[in-house]
């Protein structure tokens, strides 16, 4: 039954697993949203699914009788990361806490990502959860590390602590009271919260199944509680993500979906493995950040927001011409002002900005070409520094004379 994507209803095929077979189950089964989910590949096929219920008891029902034969196929050794969101995962933990044990709990996983804006009435959902359980006290689990905070100084990381009588974390120290190191460290133990990016439409590895989740979210849950050669168990498998990431990580692997289309998804997805890097990961937040210090200590008095990803735009005004955006540009230290202009005269125009202001920075010994050119959407104002400097040089050129 290895490596395969089997086509049913998980809890009839599940019967048919024998005890005690499975090393990982992952399943991110419907959230009880009571809607249809329904998206289009970039190839207009209609992907979807009902997640509508009679009850919460119905739908909590449903997943308890798959649950129990869950628990069955797992290996003593096993572990179970269930995914759910804020519909129904008070319940879910509950139903959870009856089928394993409530002492067989192990941590609750948030995973968060930045999603755009909706015109719902409450605040922006930007994270699901992932309840991990196990089936014994003696289940699998490699330690994994991340990064230490920015905010970590040298003597965290360098020297060995203890606890004391108080219970409280002291360094450690010899009889000599000099400080003992602590050797090499790993990082700092992996946190229950993990930040990874929502797959965006353009992404190499979307394929338009509504509910697909990132690769790299699903190797990080296989490589905390498997080795290689286990085998990773998703009955509810949708578009295969589960499979590929153990596929990749050389697992092996067994799916189930009731949706035919969705198996034959998941097959394709196999036999051609596609993973997105995301930028987030490999280079961190502070990537993104890249105006200049003097740029950014220029526009943050103003009512604006700042723009990280333009290489025209540094930001946009809070206020709107006619429905249309106002955006900004610093002109750079070095920069000539045409250029500046150019930038973002051509990036401005992209985005049908009704306004375009550029804030110069230098003072300029002969006029530009781009006066003439784009007298009549770029905008020129001199900078607070600018402009006072100006002033002075004025006055003191008054004085002289």
């Not at 509950?94 to 409530?102: I, N, P, Q, R, S």
């Not at 067989?104 to 995973?111: D, G, H, K, M, T």
């Not at 009512?303 to 900004?328: E, M, Y």
């Not at 500046?340 to 009704?354: E, I, P, Q």
Request: charged share 25%; proline share 3%; glycine share 4%.
């Amino acid at each position: 039954m290895m490596n395969q994507v089997l086509h049913g209803d998980c809890l009839s095929i599940l019967n048919t697993i024998p005890a005690n077979y499975v090393d990982i189950v992952y399943l991110d089964p419907p959230f009880f949203t009571q809607s249809k989910q329904t998206l289009k590949s970039k190839a207009l096929h209609e992907y979807s699914f009902a997640d509508n219920w009679d009850s919460i008891e119905s739908y909590l029902d449903f997943l308890m009788l798959r649950l129990y034969e869950i628990r069955r196929v797992m290996k003593d050794n096993g572990t179970i990361f269930f995914h759910c969101d804020r519909n129904a995962s008070h319940r879910i933990r509950v139903l959870l806490d009856e089928v394993f044990g409530y002492e067989r709990f192990i941590s609750e996983i948030i995973w968060t990502y930045r999603r755009w804006s909706t015109s719902t009435r409450s605040l922006l959902g930007s994270h699901q959860t992932i309840f991990m359980y196990a089936k014994t006290a003696n289940y699998k689990f490699n330690k994994m590390y991340q990064e230490y905070s920015e905010t970590t100084n040298l003597d965290q990381i360098l020297q060995k602590r203890e606890r004391d009588q108080h219970g409280k974390s002291v360094y450690v120290t010899d009889s000599e009271g000099r400080t003992v190191l602590n050797g090499p460290k790993k990082g700092v133990p992996m946190s229950d919260t993990w930040e990874i990016p929502y797959l965006n439409p353009k992404a190499r590895e979307r394929c338009g199944y509504p509910t697909q989740k990132p690769l790299q979210l699903l190797e990080r849950i296989i490589l905390l509680a498997s080795n290689e050669k286990d085998l990773i168990l998703d009955p509810f498998c949708g578009s295969g993500t589960t499979l590929v990431a153990a596929k990749l990580l050389n697992r092996s692997f067994v799916g189930i979906d009731s949706s035919r289309e969705a198996v034959e998804l998941s097959r394709q997805r196999l036999d051609n493995p596609i993973k997105s890097e995301s930028k987030l990961l490999k280079s961190g937040r502070e990537a993104y950040k890249n105006l200049p210090d003097d740029v950014i200590q220029i526009l943050r008095d103003l009512p604006v927001k700042l723009v990280r990803r333009n290489s025209g735009i540094d930001a946009i005004h809070n206020r709107f011409v006619g429905g249309k955006p106002v955006v900004l540009r610093v002109q750079r230290a070095g920069e000539d002002l045409s250029e500046a202009a150019d930038k973002l005269w051509r990036a401005g125009k992209k985005k049908d900005a009704a306004l375009l202001l550029l804030i110069r920075t230098q003072s300029e010994k002969r006029q530009y070409s781009f006066v003439d050119v784009y007298s009549d959407d770029v905008h020129v104002i001199d900078s607070l520094a600018l402009s006072v400097q100006s002033s002075l040089d004025n006055l003191i050129q008054a004085r002289l004379h």
